[in-house]
């Protein structure tokens, strides 16, 4: 039997995470694909940031132990296991499937799969008795939401977070709807640093539209 396949995008703040403890301690942002968790409780964690200075967080974290530091471009990819168990973990037992996270300035958006509205129901339930996590929405999921943006356009996750964040402020509107400062303000990053976001996502795609 098929059954309905939903998109559901969630907030959280204060879980205590130490991504989302790092990413407020740095003002900087960190997206990381969904932790792995081992048998002992313990996670294993991807992510990358735009900030070195959130690998200098975790370093001094008692929480994260073999961490593992890399930069490419204008990012710094990290791998690491964590000793801390989050929310996310406990939605995952009640049938979320977590696709990405997002961590700017100490809070989180979580954003997944639900199959089924039975499991939506637990999930919501489950969502409705943690401190401090809100539903942001609820989607059917469809051709265009089944990958993220970078991935359906062989985009790095910053590239595809800049025309994302520049498309939603408005920023390719005429008039702009928000300049380039704004949209850089949103993001947590320099002007320059998003414009050359912009421009090297930019080029990626007209390279494969054209």
């Known amino acids: 039997m098929i059954v309905e396949c939903l998109v ?15 990413s407020a301690a740095v003002g900087a942002t960190v997206e990381s694909a969904p ?8 996670a294993l964690l991807r992510f ?5 200075a959130v690998g200098e967080v975790l370093d001094g974290d008692d929480r994260v132990r073999y961490l593992h530091a890399a930069r490419t471009d204008d990012r710094w990819n990290y791998r690491c296991l964590s000793k801390r168990r989050c929310v996310v973990h406990d939605l995952v037992d009640v049938g979320f499937l977590p696709e990405s996270l997002t961590f700017r300035h100490g809070t989180e958006r979580h954003v997944g799969a639900v199959v089924g ?9 489950a969502v409705g ?25 062989n985009l790095t996750p910053a590239q ?14 005429v008039p702009r709807g928000a300049d380039a400062s704004a949209v850089a303000a949103e993001l947590g990053i320099s002007k320059s640093a998003f414009l050359e976001r912009l421009r090297r996502g930019q080029a990626a795609l007209f390279d494969q539209l054209l």
């Open 129 to 153: 008795e943690a401190v401090g996590v809100s539903v942001e929405r609820i989607s059917p999921l469809g051709e265009a939401g089944d990958q993220p943006l970078a991935r359906r356009w």
């Open 35 to 42: 932790p792995l968790r081992r048998e002992d409780g313990n």
């Open 8 to 22: 559901v995008e969630l907030g959280v703040d204060g879980d205590g995470c130490p991504l989302a403890d790092a």
């Open 160 to 173: 595809g977070e800049a025309i994302r964040a520049a498309h939603e402020a408005g920023y390719f509107a």
């Open 48 to 52: 990358s940031a735009d900030s070195p």
């Open 117 to 125: 509205h039975d499991v939506l129901e637990g999930v919501l339930a």
